[in-house]
């Protein structure tokens, strides 16, 4: 939405600070007296989280999400007043849940996968949080302060209670809160077929002959894999739907007919829908053109463009900043959804998506290559996402990097100039993100990418 936010994590400072639970004194998570060690193990550990927060909003931050248990009356007040005084809005947020069966999923499927618990004996580690939760209750003083706008979430969204919520920004929150949950799902992303016309923006072509082979082998692909990860997981597939986006334009959705004609016992539930507000990217002046066309034709927008391609937009166009804002509706409709997702779509699109779940800054989205014959694989996870790449195409319609039109992969290359503003990464060779390279961009949170041939 571009609203300078940071999120700031009071266990993964104390682990980066301190190290993991292992290296702690015995009396760091217990309630009660504590050693002149702990008090200032501790105090160091808040009081660097605290000059982060302060140093990102000196250099023009808006939003700090603070990660910390608050769990005591008198050190909410304390933050809060610390904040407020300087003119910054508080917000406290507490997740209140009594589900034994969320609790015990939550910890085995979370909690025990944190870095405290790496190497652990995973019982040993289950044990040990539930110690941990019951010191928590011994002390824990829930919010009933109505000085502070709060944010009061039940059982990971059965019933949500506010106070004070007022403004736009902080009703987002609260809708975006609404929405989320902590379901297993898996998400998938792969480019549409090649189309009659791959240039014009303003051309609704159908798919080409080798565009419909794509969407042929696509489902071959998608069905084979997601089968062969849900059993790895212990989850029947047929017992599970599969739900595919794609935008309105023609070469989107049609290629998603072929999941639509499986036939036989075997074959996923599949629900296609088509979403508007996930059509590629408006070119403006600049549809059809080459990059020397419009380096040559508007030389002062092209030396813009090549500064920030994130936030440039071309005369009459989108920038990626106004399809990131486009695209905020399909964020939480992502969040929300329960089933498996195949979302069938177009480069620009995916980029803004998979930035979204990885965690990219927004200026590097127009550098994540997107290539058509991938199929990426991202499974949401409380600490990050695994993310894998499979590539499944090789024929017409795939992008290579072949210099000068060299033979690569078996064929040529099929560059296509004439759809730059579209394919930025592929098309006017500047930084590039390849799927292999997400890995690195989790704010050091541990992903998995793995490229099969």
């Known amino acids: 939405m571009g609203v300078k936010t940071h999120v700031v994590s009071l266990g993964d400072y104390r682990r980066k600070t301190l190290g993991g ?197 696509l489902k071959e692909s998608v069905l084979e894999r997601r089968a062969k990860s849900l059993e790895q997981r212990g989850y029947d597939p047929k017992e599970r739907r599969l739900v595919i986006w794609t935008s309105t334009r023609r070469r989107a959705h049609h290629t998603a007919w072929p999941f639509l004609t499986s036939a036989g016992e075997s074959s996923p539930r599949v629900k296609v829908i088509e979403k508007p507000q996930m059509c590629e990217i408006n070119p403006g002046v600049w549809d059809g053109l080459t990059p020397d066309q419009a380096r040559k034709f508007y030389p002062e927008e092209w030396a813009r463009f090549v500064k920030d391609p994130y936030a440039f937009r071309a005369p009459r166009a989108e920038s990626y900043h106004d399809l990131s804002v486009r695209l905020e509706p399909i964020l939480i409709e992502l969040e929300r959804e329960k089933e498996d997702l195949l979302i069938i779509g177009h480069s620009s699109v995916i980029r803004c998506l998979l930035a979204y779940l990885i965690g990219l800054p927004a200026s590097e989205i127009p550098a994540i290559e997107v290539a058509r014959g991938d199929l990426l694989e991202v499974v949401p996870t409380s600490y990050g996402v695994h993310s894998q790449a499979f590539h499944f195409w090789d024929g017409p319609g795939r992008r290579v990097d072949a210099a000068d039109g060299e033979v690569e992969l078996g064929h040529l290359s099929n560059r296509d100039e004439n759809n730059f503003y579209e394919n930025y990464a592929e098309d006017t060779k500047g930084k590039k993100i390849t799927p292999s390279d997400l890995a690195t961009h989790r704010n050091g949170v541990e992903q998995t990418v793995v490229a099969e041939t």
């Open 21 to 217: 639970a292992q290296k702690l004194p015995p009396d760091y998570f217990s309630i009660g007296e504590k050693s002149p060690e702990t008090l200032a193990l501790r105090k160091k550990v808040s009081d660097g989280c605290e000059n982060i927060i302060w140093e990102f909003f000196e250099g023009g931050g808006q939003v700090v999400i603070y990660d910390a248990n608050n769990g005591l009356r008198k050190n909410r007040q304390a933050l809060a007043e610390k904040f407020d005084k300087l003119g910054i809005h508080v917000i406290m947020l507490e997740s209140i849940c009594d589900n034994k069966e969320i609790i015990e999923t939550n910890i085995r499927n979370v909690k025990i996968s944190s870095p405290d618990y790496r190497g652990w004996d995973q019982d040993q580690a289950v044990e040990d949080y539930y110690g941990r939760i019951r010191l928590r209750e011994q002390a824990y003083e829930t919010i009933e302060e109505t000085e502070w706008p709060y944010i009061r979430i039940f059982n990971v969204g059965e019933k949500i209670m506010v106070n004070k919520i007022r403004g736009y920004l902080q009703s987002r929150v609260v809708f975006f809160l609404m929405n989320i949950h902590n379901r297993f799902r898996m998400i998938y992303f792969a480019r549409s077929g090649q189309s009659l016309i791959e240039h014009s923006y303003k051309a609704d072509s159908d798919l080409s002959p080798a565009g419909w082979e794509y969407s042929e082998r």
